[in-house]
């Protein structure tokens, strides 16, 4: 059974389109994250929520809005895609907000033409 | 601003070695320390915690060890096997929160048949 999900896998897509990229866990955790990936491997967090409600929010462009409908999923939209915005990105989830293990999902690679 | 660096970048040793990977963190207040595994094209695996009260946490042929005051973290893998090629992350919450962390970039292990 799969803990963390997210799709699509892949997503290729020209500069200037908008897309999103879902996520849910069927962990029952509260807390659920996304993470960005650039070719050099280094991760980066850039929201997280917890119960529905943003708690963490990096310093990322506004064309970034994630939306957690329930705390089971957390979907993250993008605006106007630039050729930067090219990595895989990570959905997390973990039971609470403190020092809790994290369980990641699959990563969706994200090409950006 | 916490920075993590683990050495070596890449290993490679033939199957039944036992290894040691390292990681190095600049600011020794953190609340916990994580080792991930990721695969080509999979999501991150969490191997270990330790939190900052321990010293080190051991699964299986994995042992971890946290020396806070020095700001090192080791991955010890004894009786390695091909399997366990993937790329290594060690990731530095400073936070209570655990979104709040801070990733290095990673080893990647390649074992010899």
């Known amino acids: 059974d799969t803990a963390v999900s997210q799709t699509p896998k892949y997503l290729v897509t020209q500069m200037g389109n908008d897309k999103s990229i879902k996520c849910e866990q069927n962990?029952?955790?509260?807390?659920m994250y996304w993470y960005k990936q650039d070719s050099k491997k280094f991760l980066k967090i850039m929201f997280s929520y917890n119960n529905k409600e943003l708690i963490i929010n990096e310093t990322v462009p506004n064309r970034f809005s994630p939306k957690s409908p329930d705390k089971a999923h957390l979907n993250l939209h993008i605006n106007s895609l630039e050729l930067g915005d090219s990595a895989v990105y990570f959905c997390a989830s973990s039971p609470g907000t403190g020092t809790d293990t994290q369980y990641f999902g699959p990563g969706t690679r994200l090409t950006v033409l | 601003k916490q920075e993590v660096t683990q050495i070596p970048a890449a290993l490679s040793v033939p199957e039944g070695e036992n290894l040691v990977l390292n990681c190095s963190f600049t600011d020794s207040a953190i609340y916990n320390l994580q080792w991930f595994r990721q695969d080509p094209g999979k999501g991150l695996t969490s191997l270990l915690l330790i939190q900052s009260s321990q010293r080190e946490q051991t699964s299986g042929r994995l042992n971890a060890s946290l020396d806070k005051s020095s700001g090192r973290s080791t991955l010890y893998i004894a009786a390695s096997q091909p399997g366990d090629s993937a790329t290594y992350l060690c990731a530095v919450s400073k936070d209570t929160n655990a979104g709040k962390s801070t990733f290095g970039d990673g080893t990647t292990l390649t074992v010899k048949p």
């Open positions: 962990l029952g955790h509260d807390t």
